[in-house]
């Protein structure tokens, strides 16, 4: 490339293709389904996050288009081009444009972002877009001499979009006030009113999600704040958790990044440009590491505040020095593999050859079913006439409730009779369907189980012949069904 900023154009659009292949290539995995199904009602809050990815989610249904599945989608890989040119930006301004193109390629080849935040409906593709434009202009408003009134107000709208994305948003805003205290040139803007209007601009945008939570008993703030206590001390989980997110990231990326953030960690404030993105992003991942100690902690949380340090390791690789030539030369070779890894994933998911290569591939053990749509279920119940008008269909999970929800495309209410529905009891609770007989698709489960269950729920339960779920043609797994008569 003749410059920087071209190369990041180019990967830029060779990145968007390949997302859009491998977006149409695979089916909705389960939280994908469960949030496109469950966004389809608009709200101010959903049970498990704020509702930024849940719209875009659901808005993108309505367009429907013969590959729905790239259409609900589409949102989230246009939302990551946009976070593969902030980050370019981002570590330009701070180091300059050579870093910014590697930065920006290092965006791409980690797993944890480049694959699943930049293909999949999840709440990490607009937290991570908005937590680059808050970045983005942050770093403008403090290198401005004049008082930088626009990228202020831009710092506070795009950590109000980011807290109304996910809320582990909230410890990275506080690293702008770390930051605030305790760099010398910047400590001049606590006496001045940007930050300070920024910040209501941030809570005014977060603000509908506190009235949402204040009509529903708390719901989605007592939900995540309960996962940061699962009652049991774990003395080795911060290990496992540094464990897991090098994993994600992939250890020759997430070593040198960690390496690199140590450094800027030691030189503290003194490295203004380095502290910036230590302050951003340091104290997120002690955060979870604490909560790591009493609680379950999923390696990717932690992930978009450890890519604002990715700069970092941008700069580091576009050094002409042996160090910088050997960590571009992994860099390329890393973007290779997992391009390769990739492809042969959604290729296996899209035309189910896996059964071809592996003797005794028994129907039921499909490494790939999470990504799977149950298209099949619809097509059989309605040649059943068994989706005919009034017809209630049932989950006992709401990880099977999601993917029912969005398998039925709406042809019928569905609800989770399980004790955990998460967003299911909240916009489609099964007490409003009292008198109807439900249809319950219970994977796993035979007569007797769902009898023991949930036979005080109905005066009868019948078993059905169940759905025979096809994966590219292939029997993949049976979903027993079951005929409730008149839920109570």
């Known amino acids: 490339m003749k410059t920087p900023r071209n190369g990041v154009v180019l990967l830029i659009a060779v990145t968007l293709l390949a997302r859009m292949l491998f977006g149409s290539w695979t089916g909705l995995g389960i939280d994908e389904s469960y949030m496109v199904a469950a966004g389809r009602t608009l709200r101010l809050g959903y049970y498990d996050h704020p509702p930024i990815a849940w719209w875009l989610a659901g808005a993108a249904e309505r367009f429907g288009g013969a590959d729905p599945d790239l259409v609900v989608r589409l949102p989230f890989i246009l939302l990551f081009a946009l976070s593969t040119w902030l980050m370019f930006r981002l570590a330009s301004d701070l180091y300059g444009a050579r870093a910014g193109f590697w930065a920006a390629a290092l965006l791409n080849a980690a797993p944890v972002l480049g694959v699943t935040t930049g293909t999949w409906v999840l709440p990490d593709g607009p937290l991570v877009a908005a937590l680059l434009g808050a970045a983005v202009c942050l770093a403008r408003a403090l290198a401005a001499e004049r008082t930088p ?12 979009v980011a807290a109304c994305s996910k809320y582990t948003a909230a410890p990275i805003g506080l690293g702008v006030l770390l930051y605030l205290a305790t760099e010398a040139s910047a400590r001049r803007w606590l006496r001045r009113p940007q930050p300070y209007v920024a910040a209501l601009i941030g809570f005014a945008a977060f603000a509908p999600v506190i009235v949402w939570n204040a009509h529903h008993g708390w719901a989605s703030l007592a939900f995540q704040g309960a996962r940061a206590d699962g009652g049991k001390w774990h003395p080795f ?3 496992s958790t540094l464990a897991g997110e090098a994993a994600f990231f992939l250890p020759w990326i997430w070593v040198p990044l960690a390496i690199c953030m140590w450094r800027a960690m030691r030189r503290g404030p003194e490295d203004a440009r380095g502290w910036l993105l230590v302050c951003l992003s340091v104290p997120s991942i002690l955060l979870f590491e604490v909560v790591s100690l009493r609680a379950h902690v999923l390696f990717h949380w932690a992930a978009p505040a450890t890519m604002l340090a990715i700069p970092l390791l941008g700069a580091a690789a576009a050094r002409p020095w042996r160090n910088g030539s050997m960590l571009r030369l992994g860099l390329i ?3 290779a593999m997992v391009a390769l890894g990739v492809f042969v994933d959604a290729s296996e998911v899209r035309f189910n050859w896996l059964p071809e290569v592996i003797e005794n ?8 079913l999470g990504a799977v749509n149950w298209s099949t279920l619809r097509t059989e119940l309605e040649a059943r006439d068994l989706l005919k008008r009034g017809t209630v269909v049932a989950a006992v999970r709401w990880l099977d409730a999601g993917k029912i929800d969005y398998a039925l495309r709406g042809s019928a209410p569905v609800i989770c009779l399980g004790a955990d529905p998460r967003e299911y009891g909240i916009s489609a609770p099964a007490a409003a369907q009292a008198g109807a007989d439900v249809l319950i698709v219970a994977p796993r489960e035979t007569l007797a189980s769902i009898s023991a269950r949930f036979g005080g729920n109905f005066d009868a339960i019948a078993e059905l012949p169940p759905v025979t779920l096809l994966h590219a043609g292939r029997p993949a797994m049976m979903l027993p069904l079951f005929l409730g008569h008149r839920l109570h």
């Open 149 to 160: 009134w626009r990228w202020w107000l831009g710092t506070g709208a795009c950590f109000g």
């Open 237 to 239: 989980g911060p290990v």
């Open 333 to 335: 070779a890393t973007a």
């Open 361 to 368: 591939f028994r129907m039921g053990n499909d490494p790939d």
